[in-house]
């Protein structure tokens, strides 16, 4: 790619942000936009809107950028919870990385790579220069300047694990600090125990019972059974159903718009009064809903919720086994009741395994599907390749606006579209693997999404530009430094395009302006009638914006020494998605869960890798350029990163993983003196009742539907 496509990518992307920046900076204080833009205010009753379109209104219509800026990380969490705090350390952590590699790549890396003349190539055309001419592809072989590219490698993977360091220990230390300043939380004090065994004579109630009122007598408080209720959840969804479109109804203004055929797609049947017809209908769903839920009292499977008086004897129940046979009252920490995932609970170990198994394949075969768009889009950088299985478009690809916008902008795009399918994916994928939360699930699909980027989106660009004819060296695994040292180069500016494509303008319309979610509420009102509905408060997609962000750092690392040209792009991204996701976590997002920071792992793996990858690439660069010393002096620095690795797991991963006992304990001596405790034990009874059991009341005939079913079944 040359330098004037380029910018032809940054210039339509530049006007794109500036253009959804601009609409949302007006758009947004309009109170007919409040439950798009601010959701979250508009559930919590603290929206203020202002309809002012004055060139003073215009002006502070920007302010938005300030009150995201504004509230510290201690509000924050308050308002969010310590994932969000989490969340925008990524943020902060990139912005410090990259802030020092834009100073060394830039004034000191780019200058040396861009007076060499390794490439022979005629400054005088600056525009149509090849982006290869920024980097140390045009390093001079054996030159002494690439010594300062070795040095750069060395300083910056330093400050790189200093900074992952210091990270590390600050997550750790808020972690404890929100664990001891949170009220009690039902997950802290129970588990779930799965394959119960089953006892002559016995329910699985009264097994969970006699079991732990023998073993735990002291802390033993109660237990909830789980039961299946597939059935029982597709009649309320239908029953829902009903509802809203009685609800519909009852809204219209015209009377005769009331009356509609009883028969298929209302085309045939007798003519009825939709209001009598969906009232009547309703009923009886009620009563369906009632006689299933009276027999799913009975319907227990071998899985229970089981609290304690105590935080410690939770996780002491949780991480020992409890039966003399493994497979048997199988126990784990339980998530909070908001967090819970009921589907799988009845799920039997070997049903888990064969799930897992087919999840392996089911990824396999969706990373080499991926593969065509790929192709696709390294199709489109390479107009030489284009016109020969396109020779009727040569005269087309010669119109230099053209040629640039297809090279410059459409291939990331593309790859973009296809992209956006993925997390979705892995959501269903690792919703059937057996985890029990929700928020397991987000954590699975984010290493997922995450992996599946990392493959696909650079090493299968980065082969399928350059070097998949030699997809066999990786069966000599001493040449691959050498082939990435020739292919990852290659592709600098394919990557710089995306990061432009993919995290400026998706920030700015996807996340920012909300772009899918205004044309379809433009559309909803416009073409169809309108009820009152509850605002719909969305959840910040950890699994799908968490790898994005990654792997965006994953570049920038990448490429500090070979492409310095990329690493203003990635910073600027940081800089947007600070201020971008700031804004939409105090005004958009709701959490829906609460891990206590548990994907800062994720992202301490992830960056070490992008270190290790970056050491692999500067062994072969150093040796394709002859300087084997400096090739050889790079081996020790991937041992050095993996050693540090291994210390930052030992040291601060276990507190990730569970909280230690004297956190536990101190944390229950200080309940012991908290006088709402008992109130809290009194809730935990029933706080683990599938909400799928809890009585739900739609019309007015049917008073005793609001009556528990389920009255004394669990203890």
Known sequence: MILSALLTSVGINVALCLIFFILYSVLRNRPSNANLYAPRLVAEGKYQGDDDFSVGGLFSSFKWVKRAWQPSEDELMSNSGLDAVVFMRIFIFGLRVFRFAVVVGIFILLPFNYMGNQLNIDFTDLPNKSLETFSISNVDDGSNRLWIHFSAVYIFTAVVCYLLYFEYDYIASKRMAYFYSSKPRPGQFTVL????????????????ESFFSKYYPSTYLSHSMVRRTSKLKGLINETDKVYKR?????????????????????????????????????????????????????????????????RFTAAVVSHLPQGIKP?????????????VYWPFFSASFFKRWMCNIF?????????????????????????????????????????????????????????????SVIPPTMIVLSSIQGYIALSQIEKSACIKVLWFTIWNIFFANVLSGSALYRINVFLEPKRIPEVLAVAVPGQASFFIAYVVTSGWTKTFSAKLFRLKRFIWSYLKGKLCWKFDEEV?????QYHSEIPRILFFGLLGITYFFLA?????????????????????????????????????????????????????????IFGLKKVPLASSLTVPLPILTLIFNSYCRRRFLPSFKGYPAECLINKDRHDHND??????????????RDPAMKPVRYSDTSESSSSPLLRGADR
């Not at 497979?327 to 967090?339: M, N």
């Not at 998605?577 to 992202?603: C, D, S």
């Not at 006088?675 to 683990?688: G, M, Q, R, T």
């Open 193 to 208: 125990v799965r394959s119960i065994p089953v006892s002559p004579g016995q329910k699985f109630s009264e097994s969970v």
């Open 246 to 310: 009685l609800v519909k109804v009852k809204t219209k203004k015209h009377p005769q718009k009331k009356y509609k055929r009883a028969g298929f797609l209302g085309l045939f049947g007798p003519r009825v009064d939709l209001q009598d017809h969906y009232e009547k209908k309703l009923e009886d769903m009620e009563g369906d809903l009632r006689t299933e839920r009276s027999s799913v009292a009975g319907k227990e499977v071998p899985a229970a919720f089981v609290s304690f008086k105590s």
């Open 327 to 339: 497979t048997e009252w199988i126990a784990e920490q339980a998530p909070d009741p908001q967090d």
């Open 359 to 419: 999840v392996i394949f089911a990824c396999i075969f969706i990373t080499g599907l991926f593969l065509i768009p790929v192709l696709l889009a390294q199709g489109l950088t390479h107009l030489d390749q284009l016109e020969l299985w396109l020779p009727f478009l040569s005269g087309l690809f010669k119109v230099k606006i053209i040629s640039q916008v297809i090279t410059g902008y459409l291939p990331s795009l593309i790859l973009e579209t296809f992209l």
């Open 536 to 540: 719909d408060v969305p959840s910040n």
């Open 564 to 620: 310095p040209l990329i690493l203003p792009f990635v910073l600027v991204y940081y800089c947007f998605g600070y201020i971008i996701y700031r804004n939409q976590l105090l005004n958009v997002y709701a959490p829906m869960f609460e891990t206590g920071g548990k994907f800062w792992p994720v992202v301490h793996d992830a960056t070490i890798f992008s270190l290790i990858l970056m050491h692999v690439i500067a062994i072969g």
């Open 675 to 688: 006088p709402s405790i008992s109130s809290f034990y009194d809730e935990l009874a029933s706080a683990y």
